[in-house]
């Protein structure tokens, strides 16, 4: 008797907590961090808190004063002993000046990487266009080759070099929209883009 009167509580318990028939469940949103990818409260645990906090406050203002307020930075160490905030900034300090160096490196090599956009002869005026070098952008190749092929309505895939690296391969002589593309829409200075040209080799291969 004691069981069943258990197990009827429990059952009624999970009726009152179920949400009523008719009755809008609201789904809980999620926020991720558009640096990082990890919700916002665990971004000062990351190299690019910074950017992080930064990125937060554009794009969710309200999240980043809940969290990143003098109110909230005070409740915060507030419950901390003075050799753990010691710690906190300190680590914090550091791994604020690796990814500072980290940037640094990246824009030395971005400085001195080129794109090159290569004019490929194929058969009388038949011309394929050649994309290089853009990994040291962070670009995709097969993401940017997609976007090739929707801007310029063309076959755009993915080839591999005689070298055996990835490179784009565009139907058509596009090398001029391309370097307009690049600058345009993947920020990239026209200082690192270079234009080249391959002419179809005329007579065999003895041709001198």
């Known amino acids: 008797m004691e069981a069943e009167s258990s197990a009827s509580g429990a059952a009624g318990a999970a009726a009152a907590s179920a949400p009523g028939e008719g009755s809008t469940v609201v789904p809980l949103e999620v926020v991720y961090c ?3 990818s ?3 409260e665990y971004c000062e645990f990351g190299a690019t808190v910074k950017k992080c906090t930064d990125w937060l406050a554009g794009n ?3 999240l980043h004063q809940k969290l990143y307020s003098s109110e909230a930075l005070e409740s915060k160490m507030g419950t901390m002993t003075l050799e753990a905030q010691q710690k906190a900034e300190k680590d914090l300090a550091k791994k604020q000046q690796k990814e500072e160096l980290r940037q640094e490196r990246e824009a030395a090599k971005k400085k001195s990487s080129v794109i090159t956009i ?3 002869e194929r058969t009388k005026r038949k011309y394929v266009t050649v994309v290089s070098g853009i990994e040291a952008f ?9 976007e090739f092929g929707k801007k310029f309505a063309c076959g755009s895939s993915v080839t591999k070099s005689a070298a055996g690296t990835e490179e784009i391969t565009v139907q058509g002589d596009l090398s001029d929209e391309i370097l307009e593309e690049l600058v345009e829409k ?5 200082d690192n883009i270079r234009q080249v040209e391959e002419s179809k080799k005329k007579g ?5």
Not at 186 to 190: L, P, R, T
Not at 204 to 208: K, R
């Open 38 to 40: 990890l919700p916002p």
């Open 60 to 62: 969710h203002p309200s």
């Open 204 to 208: 065999g291969s003895g041709a001198g």
């Open 138 to 146: 962070e670009l995709v190749y097969k993401t940017v080759a997609k």
């Open 34 to 36: 558009g640096v990082c």
């Open 186 to 190: 993947y920020g990239i200075e026209e």
């Open 118 to 120: 290569k004019r490929v």
